[in-house]
């Protein structure tokens, strides 16, 4: 099988080797699609692993979803300033490691950044440029020094009636990482998780090989790669601002905003991270995005297991330059830059 290029990440053909077999099996959720390639020996069970996978999935988008008014998430969001609200184990383990971004990114990451994303326009819309003061005053319910995780009894508490959280820079790579648990409960040891193409986790290697072979999007052209990148039971997640964006004026604004200013983040095409989860690569793709060059380096000098791959906007008709960043990838994550293919696409 060769499934070639899709989108963010692409993925290299996995070897069919003797009596092992490689099944793919996709499926919608979180907006967006889901995508499982896994080996083994009886396809019809590896096929049920998967879906079971996929079930997991599913259910995540049901607890997370902002757009489905009965989610956990919405119900938390809707009662967390009257009351402390009790918060599904798995769930406040993700908001506390949420928390934990926010401040090893100083800010950066936060998923209170809701009413920025909702007042920008494009929590169902298509994006707009607000006014300053209802920027102002957005901003001022941002920031998880506004919400209270008490861990002795798992509930949220909001410390600003206007408070509201958004999973959106987490979620996908979160669901990749319960994906990756269902299918290793499930004995199954060679698989490669993809949500919507920008969080994958590398379960194993292919059969004859050391690791999976991933691809990370050029950030201007869908159909091509900027680089590859070989993993092995690790995780890596690509922001971009071709995912969602407006344009007024002549000027690109993308939908990761910067929490402290208010304004969408500007100077990156695209921000990849790898690490050994998910959900930790999904946050930090956007924190980087957001970060920028020379604060990603101090941000990976302090965390060795994370590594970095940003690309900057360039002017027109320069070509794209890409900025590896991290301690020595192990040799079996190398990055190989496709140097022929970095040209700025008109
Ligand atoms: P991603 O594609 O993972 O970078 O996530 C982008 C989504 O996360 C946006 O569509 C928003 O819902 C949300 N978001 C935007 N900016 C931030 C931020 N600085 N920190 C956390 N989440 C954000
Ligand atoms: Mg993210």
Not at 175 to 196: K, Y
Request: charged share 25%.
């Amino acid at each position: 099988m060769m499934p070639g290029l899709i989108g963010v990440l692409a993925f290299a053909a996995p070897c069919v080797d003797g009596d092992l077999v490689t099944m793919r099996v996709v499926r919608e959720a979180m907006g967006t699609e889901f995508e499982i390639l896994l080996c083994g020996r009886d396809e019809q069970s590896l096929v049920n692993a998967a879906n079971e996978a996929l079930d997991e999935v599913q259910d995540l988008d049901q607890q997370m979803s902002l757009y489905n008014a009965r989610s956990e998430l919405s119900s938390i969001n809707r009662r967390s300033a009257a009351e402390r609200v009790a918060v599904e184990p798995k769930l406040f383990s993700l908001l506390e490691l949420a928390g934990e971004i926010t401040d090893a990114s100083r800010g950066a990451f936060d998923i209170t950044v809701a009413p920025l994303v909702k007042c920008w326009g494009f929590f169902r819309g298509q994006g707009r440029v607000p006014p300053a003061d209802t920027i102002a005053a957005a901003l001022q319910s941002v920031g998880m020094r506004h919400v209270e995780l008490c861990r002795r009894d798992r509930t949220v508490h909001f410390r600003r009636a206007d408070v509201r959280l958004d999973l959106g820079g987490v979620a996908k790579g979160y669901a990749v990482d319960r994906a990756v648990e269902v299918l290793r409960g499930l004995g199954i040891t060679r698989a490669l998780v993809h949500g919507g193409q920008s969080s994958i986790y590398a379960l194993g290697a292919p059969p004859d090989q050391a690791s999976w072979t991933v691809g990370i999007r050029h950030p201007l052209e869908a159909s091509r790669r900027i680089a590859v990148v070989h993993l092995r039971d690790r995780a890596l997640s690509t922001s971009g601002n071709y995912e969602k964006f407006f344009e007024a004026d002549g000027k690109l604004y993308s939908h990761i905003i910067d929490p402290r200013t208010g304004y969408p983040a500007t100077g990156m095409l695209s921000a990849s991270a790898l690490g050994p989860t998910a959900a930790e690569t999904d946050a930090l793709a956007t924190a980087f995005f957001v970060m920028g060059q020379a604060k990603t380096r101090q941000y990976c000098a302090a965390h060795p297991h994370i590594q970095a791959v940003l690309v900057a906007e360039v002017e027109s008709g320069e070509s794209l330059r890409l900025v590896r960043i991290g301690e020595k990838l192990p040799s079996r994550e190398f990055l190989k830059e496709e140097s022929s293919r970095t040209e700025r696409s008109q």
